[in-house]
Nanobody, 127 residues
């Protein structure tokens, strides 16, 4: 079992930055791939970024590529999402997710391919 707790959300002006953290419990987390998703009001949950167990492989949605960076520190059981050049359309609840499986592009961007989810943290970008 893995429990995930996100933090770091808040209100920021357009062009600003935030860093989200996802703290995981469970000794096996370093073997899990992880991802960030977001959900805006009235919209489906959408993929943001994913990272493999070692941090050596990452994958991003086109909408955030070049602005967001996913990383992890397995010694701290934590995954991060550095968000720069934020836009109002980035406003959403951001969720961390994890799964004990290999990193495949066709899977990492699909919510159903993740076993564990955090409770979410709100990010609001004002114009």
């Amino acid at each position: 079992q893995v429990q995930l707790v996100e933090s770091g959300g808040g209100l920021v002006q357009a062009g600003g930055s935030l860093r989200l953290s996802c703290a995981a419990s469970g000794r096996a987390f370093s073997n899990y791939r992880a991802g960030w998703f977001r959900q805006a009001p009235g919209k489906e949950r959408e993929f943001v970024a994913a990272i493999n167990w070692s941090g050596g492989t990452t994958y991003y949605a086109d909408s955030v590529k070049g602005r967001f960076t996913i990383s992890r520190d397995n010694a701290k059981n934590t995954v991060y999402l550095q968000m720069n050049s934020l836009k109002p359309e980035d406003t959403a609840v951001y969720y961390c997710a994890a799964a004990p499986s290999v990193f495949r592009i066709v899977a990492v961007s699909t919510p159903a391919q993740y076993n564990y989810w955090g409770q979410g943290t709100q990010v609001t970008v004002s114009s």
